[in-house]
């Protein structure tokens, strides 16, 4: 009896201390190739997104990062004003906050003079705030979050990686949209990636 209950206390233990980790780079190797058939070179910072877990692993240099994020409550689209957040293939446009607080609140993407959010208010936040860091999202692919027209375009619905108001809503679907990241990730990823001339991500379902 007594060795029936360790083993179950031991798998136990596996099953979530392995729940947080990262995987390898092999895992990478299927997200490589881009719509254009081009290749994401190893220098290239890669994240994938993955939607049922509420995590995003991204690779650079050999090494891999796990964090917790949220993307939106009303799942998964790419239509203009769905809330919805958009799935395959995307390329970070521009990023914003270099320098900034962590916790500085950000309007269309401009710092809010004197605006820095307290850690207390990380997670304790009314509406959808932007803070800390930005990565806007580019759709690659045609006619799936990329339309000149603006019906399903990643771009042109503000599309966002970026630190949120309410990290106590982590790792489940809680934006409008958007990846959410916590403040601190996101700032350090913001460091991680900033001399990478290309950051892909693909957001998977």
């Known amino acids: 009896m007594k060795k029936i209950f360790l083993f179950c206390v031991f798998c136990l233990f596996a099953l979530f201390s392995n729940a947080?980790?990262?995987?390898?780079?092999?895992?990478?190797?299927?997200?490589?190739?881009?719509?254009?058939?081009?290749?994401?070179?190893?220098?290239?910072?890669?994240?994938?997104?993955?939607?049922?877990?509420?995590?995003?692993?991204?690779?650079?240099?050999?090494?891999?990062?796990?964090?917790?994020?949220?993307?939106?409550?009303?799942?998964?689209?790419?239509?203009?004003?769905?809330?919805?957040?958009?799935?395959?293939?995307?390329?970070?446009?521009?990023?914003?906050?270099?320098?900034?607080?962590?916790?500085?609140?950000?309007?269309?993407?401009?710092?809010?003079?004197?605006?820095?959010?307290?850690?207390?208010?990380?997670?304790?936040?009314?509406?959808?705030?932007?803070?800390?860091?930005?990565f806007w999202l580019e759709g690659l692919e045609p006619k799936v979050n990329k339309d000149p027209k603006g019906n399903y375009d990643s771009f042109l619905r503000y599309i966002y990686i970026h630190g949120t108001n309410q990290e106590q809503l982590l790792g489940q679907k809680a934006s409008h949209g958007c990846i959410r990241m916590g403040n601190k990730d996101v700032a350090s990823l913001f460091k991680i990636v900033q001399n990478t001339k290309n950051f892909y991500v693909y957001i998977k379902k």
Do not use: C
């Not at 970070?92 to 401009?110: C, D, M, N, P, T």
């Open 20 to 134: 947080d980790q990262a995987p390898g780079m092999k895992y990478f190797e299927k997200y490589r190739v881009l719509p254009s058939g081009a290749k994401v070179k190893e220098s290239d910072a890669l994240a994938v997104v993955d939607i049922e877990n509420q995590k995003m692993y991204v690779a650079l240099n050999e090494k891999v990062y796990s964090y917790v994020i949220s993307s939106a409550r009303a799942g998964e689209g790419s239509l203009s004003g769905s809330g919805k957040t958009p799935t395959g293939w995307h390329k970070v446009h521009s990023r914003y906050g270099k320098g900034a607080e962590i916790g500085q609140l950000f309007k269309s993407r401009k710092p809010v003079k004197g605006v820095v959010r307290s850690e207390k208010e990380w997670s304790s936040g009314n509406g959808d705030e932007v803070l800390t860091r930005i």
